[in-house]
């Protein structure tokens, strides 16, 4: 999946999420802005890319679709996060139990988003890695590719863009008028169960066929500069699509 389709279901799990971490003195705005980032975090590998070409490609710990696509990478990343990011509330942690509750709190709702984002990846074309290590370090075997559905699917693309334009409208309504409300919640849980049906029932049968339902969808001239502008990206790394 693209960043924007991974942070979807962070986003939408974090309001999800908001009304029980709201019970632990965590605001909604934090709890959100958690699982979102947690649902991109594990694709920090792809820096690999930018080094070289074989390594992201590869089969290493540190290569792509690797080790911090795993359950224990995502508790580590997790972890790390936190006490670089965080080191006031982390040192707070250790003198105070409050400051220890809002900490563990906090480090749940990231790696809640980190482990989103394994099962979305396995829904995806397994590509050249054969899936995802889930049980890394402690067993290298890969699982995915198991409805076939190609990265850059528009219709997640755009129903990710389209959540965004309408919670935000929602979010500032309801700080205009100074009234919480479960819409937000509600809406993310039918969001979040649209997209997942979506995802877990989309069927590849070849990349021509595929290629066709996404000019469709989004028509001729918008698939046409998404297609050029990916193609733009992958050349000044000097690698190809593998889809």
């Not at 939408?12 to 979102?36: E, M, N, Q, Y």
């Not at 480090?107 to 979305?120: M, S, T």
Request: charged share 15%; net charge positive.
């Amino acid at each position: 999946m693209t960043p924007i389709s991974h942070s979807l279901f962070g986003f939408t799990a974090g309001f999800i999420l908001s009304p029980i971490t709201g019970k632990f003195g965590i605001s909604r705005k934090r709890t959100v802005l958690l699982c979102t980032l947690g649902a991109i975090l594990p694709d920090i590998d792809s820096i690999s890319l930018i080094l070289k070409r074989q390594i992201y490609y590869g089969t290493n710990w540190y290569s792509h679709h690797a080790l911090t696509h795993s359950i224990a990478g995502a508790l580590l990343i997790s972890f790390t996060f936190m006490l670089l990011f965080q080191p006031r509330l982390s040192i707070h942690s250790f003198k105070e139990k409050t400051a220890l509750n809002k900490w563990f709190i906090s480090f749940a709702v990231l790696c809640v988003g980190c482990i989103i984002h394994l099962p979305c990846d396995m829904i995806t074309l397994p590509g050249v890695w054969n899936g995802i290590p889930i049980f890394a370090p402690f067993s290298w075997k890969r699982y995915g590719g198991w409805t076939h559905i190609p990265w850059k699917d528009f219709y997640l693309i755009y129903l990710s863009i389209i959540t965004y334009a309408v919670f935000f409208i929602i979010y500032f309504a309801e700080l205009i008028f100074k009234r919480k409300t479960i819409v937000l919640p509600v809406l993310s849980l039918v969001i979040l169960f649209g997209a997942t049906y979506h995802t877990y029932h989309s069927k590849f049968i070849n990349y021509h066929q595929w290629n066709k339902q996404q000019k469709e969808l989004v028509g001729e001239r918008l698939y046409g500069f998404a297609s050029r502008a990916e193609k733009m990206v992958f050349r000044l790394w000097h690698v190809k699509t593998i889809f």
